[in-house]
């Protein structure tokens, strides 16, 4: 007598129709964790932005300028669109020093605008409050970049608004 090995047609469709079961029920929390990781992931880079120009300013001993951008040039403009790091050469002229392009439509930045300088000494000029979600923002999904007049740069996660 030969004893057969493997599962039966019934036992595979059984098992397909509970991994589709499964699998729907996870997709949405699954989505939650993408836009939980591009939006953490934007708030670090604009984070960075901020940490580099800082440094920079105490490394050159000049004032360091982070500003919204929209031709990736010269201040003006929002942040959706990019934003700048400049440093005043003393005198000599400003030097471009690092670009951040848009990081898309899906984001929104509140205010939509603005700019701080990092004086020679690493303090800040003026304290900056920027807050970014993602346009399909839920719970507290949206963050908040907070420059202080310490040169301090923080981040922390809010509720949408």
């Known amino acids: 007598m030969t004893h057969q090995r493997g599962f039966t047609l019934m036992e595979l469709l059984l ?7 499964v699998t729907t029920a996870a997709l949405p929390s699954f989505t939650q964790i993408i836009q939980n990781n591009r939006l ?12 580099y120009a800082r440094s920079e300013a105490l490394k050159r ?3 360091v300028t982070v500003c919204a951008s929209s031709n990736g040039t010269s201040c003006g403009g929002n942040w ?5 790091v400049i ?14 392009n848009s990081p898309g439509t899906d984001f929104q930045f509140t ?6 300088v990092f004086e020679r000494t690493g303090f800040a000029d003026a304290q900056l409050s920027v807050e970014l979600d993602l346009n399909y923002c839920s ?8 420059v202080e007049r310490t040169g301090r740069v923080g981040s922390e996660r809010i509720d949408c608004s």
């Open 15 to 21: 098992a397909i129709a509970i991994l589709a079961i």
């Open 40 to 51: 953490s992931g934007q708030t670090n880079e604009f984070v960075t932005s901020m940490q």
């Open 61 to 63: 001993g000049d004032p």
């Open 80 to 84: 959706n669109q990019g934003w700048i």
């Open 87 to 100: 440093a005043d050469a003393g005198g000599g002229g400003e030097e471009l020093l690092r670009v951040w």
């Open 111 to 116: 205010p939509q605008g603005g700019t701080v």
């Open 139 to 146: 719970a507290d999904n949206a963050r908040r970049v907070s």
